[in-house]
């Protein structure tokens, strides 16, 4: 049985990170900047307890998401091999130009035949990597310029699908992008019909005190603070339910119900639109389309944070960087790791209920990580179509955790070109 549910948060919410939060006075809560896929999967447990007898079961419910969805479009994470800069002139009359970004696109590219080394600073693979002799060396600019930082945090599906097909150019997203900008700093009306970017989430600071558990009035010196995620009003989350045959569940989920820290309220519905379901989880026939016709290289972008048992790189390759029958047994398919983009690694942790302590602290990829793979053997479309918007997280060796079902690692699929010239990775186009 599978189910997809709607979620609309209905105040501000607090996702909070692992950082120490006890009693002591100017204390602060700091949440994360985004709603982790164990926050959904542990909600929407508790939501089906309520009218299931077998708690034990419960954990083996697969639980996929959070996407996010403005309206009727779905949103994902910005893809991390983009780099956006701010304008690069300082002089007077650019100084204040609004929308001249620079876009950069990492792209690997194939080194030469020649026992040549190549050396390209701390993104290439030079003399210092660890897999220097397996991975490729990648595009870089040559001027030092400065990160943009009024960059968007999420991208719509429509945008999303068109990069990974590798249709949109680093001008055409310098000119979306500086648009969007525009109008986020003039505060033009818009429509969420023709957005194609949303901004990161604001951050709401409350301060609270203590209360005298006899009088109920406020204790002296007690004062601390809590941060919470401020979603805009048209947004929501979906996520995915597939419940196991042997759970003997016919319950709904619907209702009012708390999301996150401090019991914030948020309301969760069914779709019950088959065809709607079907559109958020299955692969795009765009996408296939594309990969069949450039079947040689693909690239797994991660929709939520992915943990792996070696670090930033997935337990599914071996030491050669190459696939094996732990990525699906059941394709004959291999792939090689040619590139990654993963920017520093993301701290994931939670509370245990059942244990009722806290989890430990763990390492994640974060989402928009981009794997680089070239396809070694088989047909890459069965693989697209099979994992897209699936989990691609290792089995953690804890019983603790379960990444796998509780969402972690869900990944879009797409194609990359390699540059095919040294010339051309100098220059980094």
């Not at 919410?13 to 949440?31: K, V, W």
């Not at 007898?53 to 998401?65: F, I, N």
């Not at 956006?84 to 007077?92: A, R, T, V």
């Not at 795009?284 to 990969?291: I, S």
Request: glycine share 6%.
């Amino acid at each position: 049985m599978e189910r997809s549910i709607q979620i609309q948060p209905l105040d501000p919410l607090m996702i909070r990170d692992g950082r120490p939060f006890g009693a002591t006075p100017g204390a602060r809560a700091h949440s994360l900047n985004t709603v982790t896929p164990g926050v959904i999967a542990g909600t929407l447990r508790t939501l089906m307890r309520q009218q299931c007898s077998q708690y034990s079961t419960l954990a083996k419910v697969d639980v996929r998401g959070p996407i996010y969805m403005l309206e009727d479009r779905l949103f994902y994470p910005m893809p991390h091999d983009l780099d956006l800069y701010e304008p690069e002139s300082d002089h007077g009359a650019d100084r204040d130009k609004k929308g001249s970004i620079s876009v950069h696109v990492r792209r690997p590219c194939q080194p030469p035949k020649e026992q040549e080394q190549v050396k390209q600073g701390f993104l290439g693979t030079g003399n210092t990597g660890l897999h220097e002799d397996k991975l490729w060396p990648i595009g870089m600019t040559q001027n030092i310029k400065k990160n943009l930082k009024s960059a968007p945090a999420y991208v719509s599906e429509e945008w999303m699908i068109r990069w990974l097909c590798d249709e949109i150019s680093p001008q055409e997203w310098a000119d979306t992008i500086g648009q969007w900008r525009n109008q986020q700093t003039e505060k033009k009306n818009k429509t969420p019909s023709t957005e194609h970017f949303i901004a990161p989430f604001a951050r709401e600071v409350r301060t609270h005190t203590a209360i005298q558990p006899n009088t109920y009035t406020a204790k002296d010196q007690a004062l601390f603070s809590t941060e919470s995620l401020v979603l805009p009003p048209d947004l929501s989350l979906v996520a995915h339910v597939k419940i196991p045959k042997d759970l003997k569940w016919t319950g709904e989920i619907n209702g009012l119900h708390s999301l996150g820290g401090k019991r914030r309220l948020a309301h969760f519905q069914e779709i019950e639109d088959s065809q709607k379901q079907s559109n958020i989880w299955t692969c795009p026939e765009k996408v296939l389309q594309a990969v069949a016709a450039h079947p040689k290289y693909v690239r797994m972008v991660l929709t939520t944070p992915a943990y792996f048992s070696k670090g930033w790189l997935p337990g599914w390759l071996n030491e050669e960087l190459e696939s094996t029958e732990k990525l699906d047994h059941k394709l004959p398919i291999k792939l090689k790791l040619r590139w990654a983009c993963v920017p520093r690694w993301q701290a994931v942790s939670g509370w245990s209920y059942g244990k009722n302590k806290a989890k430990a602290v763990r390492r994640m990829a974060p989402a928009g990580s981009v794997y680089f793979f070239e396809v070694v053997k088989g047909d890459p479309v069965e693989l697209v179509r099979s994992k897209w918007l699936a989990s691609m997280s290792d089995e953690d060796r804890r019983h603790a955790f379960f990444d796998k079902q509780d969402g972690y690692g869900l990944a879009t699929w797409g194609i990359w070109t390699p540059l095919e010239t040294m010339r051309g990775l100098e220059n980094g186009n």
